[in-house]
């Protein structure tokens, strides 16, 4: 059996959209945060996500250290947050944290007002899985934010994801329904 290309593996992820999220930590090792888009539910008994990171990261240390983090999930008015926390701008890790307003979750770890949701996490296991650590994240707190339109990102692009227009539509019954 031959294996996919890491080019054409690349490609094809490029296809799947992903939530763009900024997953932050802080504690002894200090205040970090970055851009994500590699996260997902696990369980919700107990309420579990993974957040995958590359090993080669130079925050990825301190989050482990830390032990907790959590995962902001960005609204789509977030793009340009989110292009400040993946280092595409020249600002250090204090000045990104200060571009906008945070609060401290029950772990530490700050959370942004304006997001879609906030997970705060602690991290109970890590995995390293080729190129990348896998941290499994017990949910310790939920945060709902207003239900903005979200950010996604697909074919290397950043899109907007709407919600319903009004929120208490309700929707028509199913086909052969009662």
Not at 110 to 138: Q, Y
């Amino acid at each position: 059996m031959t294996r996919a290309s890491s080019q054409a593996f690349r490609d094809g992820m490029a296809r799947l959209g992903a939530a763009v999220n900024i997953v932050t930590t802080n504690g002894p090792a200090g205040m970090f945060g970055l851009t994500a888009s590699s996260v997902c539910s696990v369980t919700d008994a107990p309420p579990t996500l993974l957040v995958c990171m590359k090993r080669a990261s130079a925050l990825r240390d301190f989050f482990v250290a830390n032990g907790s983090l959590c995962v902001n999930v960005l609204a789509a008015s977030h793009q340009d947050l989110s292009r400040i926390f993946a280092g595409m701008t020249d600002l250090d890790m204090e000045q990104r944290f200060k571009t906008c307003e945070w609060r401290t979750m029950v772990s530490g770890a700050p959370a942004l007002p304006e997001a879609v949701a906030c997970f705060d996490t602690k991290i109970t296991r890590t995995l390293e899985v080729g190129t990348h650590t896998i941290f499994l994240c017990e949910v310790l707190d939920v945060g709902l934010g207003e239900a903005p339109a979200g950010l996604v990102y697909f074919q290397r692009k950043y899109h907007q994801l709407r919600g319903p227009q009004e929120p208490n539509l309700k929707s028509p019954p199913l086909a052969g329904g009662t």
